[in-house]
């Protein structure tokens, strides 16, 4: 029993040696890629020294240095949000305060660069708790508050200028409706009016007098017209009343003169007598 507890010992102790000793050269292997990605970017050779970072991470996932020197890589490319991940990646698998530091330092300025100013400052006020010692992280710090407050007064003036266009658009919106209803109304007065019109002039004739007036007129007229188709007496000449009186009275005279004649003519003739038989 001694020699079995012994020897299981012995074998544990082998293998964790042998693990041991298999992590230590994947971090070899892993630093000497890391090296590799460093000098290729001192070259500009971005491509290669991220295919050199890679390679580190996949011998050691949690190398810190592999991942936070493919985030510089990134970084310096210009591809900000890749950066940032890998920065992040290497802020969570970071033990020391020293790794945590340089990664949310380079979170800050990642941040910067994307113009969230706010997110920045808590990126440098997490890495001023690992170092509070470091005055370029300070300085950065300064400079994110600055410009978080730059943006915050920024925002302000855009919420105001948005409102302030909002109504005026409202404004804008209520005088076209209004004027919409004045014209309606306008509209309405104007086909009242023209009703009005209408029915007046259907009083009135073609040439826009009143019908009733032409009417009367015409009455007057065509009297008128008779009276002048009577004829009127000339001047020296009698009218036909005139002379029917006229006649008349001589009519009267010439009887009066034949009754006297007659009475004359009887005063001057024997009456005979008659016989008796």
Not at 7 to 33: C, D, G, P, V
Not at 113 to 124: D, F, P, T
Not at 202 to 225: S, V, Y
Request: with cysteine; net charge negative.
């Amino acid at each position: 029993m001694k020699h079995i507890t012994i020897f299981i010992l012995t074998l544990f102790t082998a293998f964790s040696f042998a693990q041991e000793k298999e992590q230590i050269m994947a971090l070899k292997k892993a630093n000497n890629y890391v090296y590799e990605g460093n000098t290729l970017v001192n070259e500009d050779d971005f491509v290669s020294a991220e295919m050199a970072y890679r390679k580190a991470i996949s011998e050691q996932p949690t190398s810190v240095a592999g991942i936070y020197n493919l985030g510089n890589s990134y970084y310096k490319k210009g591809n900000y949000e890749e950066a940032l991940y890998r920065h992040q990646q290497a802020a969570e698998n970071a033990e020391s305060k020293a790794e945590k530091h340089k990664a949310f330092h380079n979170i800050g300025n990642i941040l910067m660069q994307n113009k969230k100013c706010k997110e920045a400052v808590e990126a440098y006020k997490s890495a001023l708790r690992n170092n509070p010692t470091d005055d370029e992280t300070r300085y950065n710090l300064g400079l994110a508050k600055e410009c978080a407050e730059q943006q915050k007064d920024q925002n302000k003036d855009d919420e105001n200028k948005d409102n302030k266009d909002e109504n005026k658009d409202q404004e804008k919106k209520e005088n076209e409706d209004n004027k919409d209803k004045e014209g309606e109304d306008k509209d309405n007065k104007k086909d009242e009016g023209d009703e009005d019109k209408k029915e007046g002039d259907d009083k009135k004739d073609d040439e826009g007098k009143p019908k009733d007036e032409k009417e009367d007129k015409g009455k007057g007229e065509d009297d008128k017209k008779k009276e002048q188709q009577k004829p009127k007496p000339q001047p020296g000449q009698l009218s036909p009343q005139q002379i029917k009186s006229l006649l008349e009275a001589m009519n009267n005279q010439e009887k009066k003169v034949q009754e006297k004649m007659n009475a004359e003519k009887q005063k001057g003739v024997k009456v005979k007598t008659e016989k008796d038989w």
